[in-house]
């Protein structure tokens, strides 16, 4: 099978992707950046997934938001992070709305659903809370200790598109996956390509990392 080939938008004001272009270098992954210019003209090099980090707001054209748009309904996959999520909710690839609330730390997210993007993670004991940590969600399925910077808490139309949240109650969405046309899209409210290293109460088994090799999997249709 040919390795799944990644665009990573390379726009002013996003963060440094090389964290990440590395990750995806090192899961097997073809990876390559995609300028302003090249989506503005609908290029996108025959790209399996498009990739927007995190950073500041995404700055797009409308003629640019329409050609990404028809390239992801018509089979491509769609990974945003942090801003990337938030720009997943203002071009409607996927029907949510992204709160901002600006905080930056170690948070905990509880698993709700199996789904391909959480393959692997498994249930663990029920920490206590720590003091300048959010509360520990309890999950039967699973929880994922994950770091946010400032990244919106992502509200989805289609609660059935909410993968792990925030809370207790499954209303504040840290993961988020759908379908825009025959595309894929998944939104990261924080940030999976960072590890968390805290004691074995924070711990995620597997690493979190995992959840940016199984995006890509699942957007590129590999499983």
Known sequence: MCAIKIGMLSIPRLGNPEVTRQLYANFGFEVFDLSRRDIGRGSFRNADI???????????????????????????????ICAGAHFIAHA????????IVRAEGIYSMRVVQK??????????????DRKGLNPVPHSNIGRISIHRGNGGYLLP?????????Y???????GIVAGLYGE???????????????YDDNLKTDPKVTTLLKNAALWCGKAF
């Not at 700055?59 to 990974?79: D, E, M, P, R, T």
């Not at 139309?157 to 949240?165: C, L, P, R, V």
């Not at 595309?183 to 290293?197: D, L, N, Q």
């Open 50 to 80: 498009l990739h927007c980090p995190g950073g500041h707001h995404v700055v797009l054209s409308q003629q640019a938001i329409v050609h990404l748009k028809n390239y992801i309904h018509v089979g491509h996959g769609f990974i945003g």
């Open 157 to 165: 139309k289609d609660k059935s598109q909410i993968i792990a949240t």
């Open 115 to 128: 789904h391909p993007v959480v393959k692997g993670f498994r249930k663990v004991p029920r920490s206590p």
């Open 167 to 173: 809370d207790n109650d499954d209303k504040f969405a």
């Open 183 to 197: 595309g894929r899209v998944v939104a990261f409210s924080g940030h999976p390509y960072r590890e968390v290293k």
């Open 92 to 99: 409607q690839l996927l029907e949510m709305d992204a709160c």
